[in-house]
């Protein structure tokens, strides 16, 4: 498929065709700019390819989006809190009396938030948001992880959801996306790379088109950019 914005003259996406295979783990990576979150926002069916198109199982994701939609665990660059307890802002959308505690506590486990649910003073309980506790942005960032997983999504993306975590947490988090490996469609744009070596796919995108598919190390060896890049560490 290909996608330019509405008046633009350059394409966003060019001819880019590839497969996101179930269960598996696939990853996008590319400077900024390259067309990563575009690419995100076509598979969300959020925009609408200029040309070609997006089909889950054979079919147009445009026949019934809201069903597409319903399968899907999205964690943004940005996670918003509202105004609620830490349980309800992770079983989000949830009436507070219908909330799975077991399933709250079990996404929390896997979005490593025990250490901060044990901190706080009301636990699952507290307040966070604009007027409650102040949580730092790689705490947020593991809530909307949290929240995504509550979900029990068929298919969980992660657009540079790591962005804001220090070293240890961004391992942690990559611990944890490592372990649900194979259990659900996983879809990342990660700014370290350390995040994406052990994805079963990756695409290096560069100026809207895909330079590279493989593993880490096939493109590594396939893209001599992209090895530059695995030697300085970071894709800055
Ligand atoms: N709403 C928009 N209108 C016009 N151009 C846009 C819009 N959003 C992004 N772009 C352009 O599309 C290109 C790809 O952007 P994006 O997909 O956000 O890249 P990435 O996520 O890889 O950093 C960039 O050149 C960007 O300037
Ligand atoms: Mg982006």
């Given at each position: 498929m290909s996608f330019r914005f509405p008046?633009?003259?350059?394409?966003?996406?060019?001819?880019v065709s590839l497969t996101i295979p179930h269960h598996q783990t696939t990853a996008f990576v590319g400077s900024?700019?390259?067309g990563k979150s575009t690419l995100l926002d076509l598979t969300l069916g959020l925009l609408d390819p200029t040309s070609g198109e997006v089909l889950c199982g054979g079919r147009s994701?445009?026949?019934d989006l809201a069903a597409w939609h319903a399968t899907l665990g999205v964690v943004p660059q940005d996670v918003y809190l509202i105004d609620h307890t830490l349980a309800e802002n992770i079983a989000f959308g949830a009436q507070t009396d219908m909330i799975d505690y077991e399933r709250v506590r079990e996404v929390v486990r896997l979005a490593m938030l025990e250490e901060l649910v044990a901190q706080l003073?009301?636990?699952?309980?507290t307040l966070v948001g604009d007027r409650g506790v102040r949580i730092s942005g790689g705490q947020r960032q593991r809530v909307g992880l949290a929240r995504a997983l509550y979900r029990n999504p068929r298919v969980l993306i992660l657009d540079?959801?790591?962005?804001?975590?220090?070293n240890a947490t961004e391992y942690e988090i990559a611990q944890t996306l490592n372990g649900l490996q194979g259990t659900m469609t996983i879809v990342i744009v990660a700014h370290r790379l350390s995040t994406v070596r052990s994805v079963d796919r990756l695409h290096y995108l560069r100026k809207g088109r895909v330079a590279a598919s493989g593993t880490f190390e096939e493109v590594r060896a396939a893209d001599a950019e992209f090895a530059r890049l695995v030697e300085l560490g970071s894709l800055d």
């Open positions: 008046d633009a003259d350059e394409l966003v996406l060019d001819n900024s700019g390259a994701i445009g026949e003073p009301d636990g699952l309980g540079e959801a790591t962005s804001a975590l220090d």
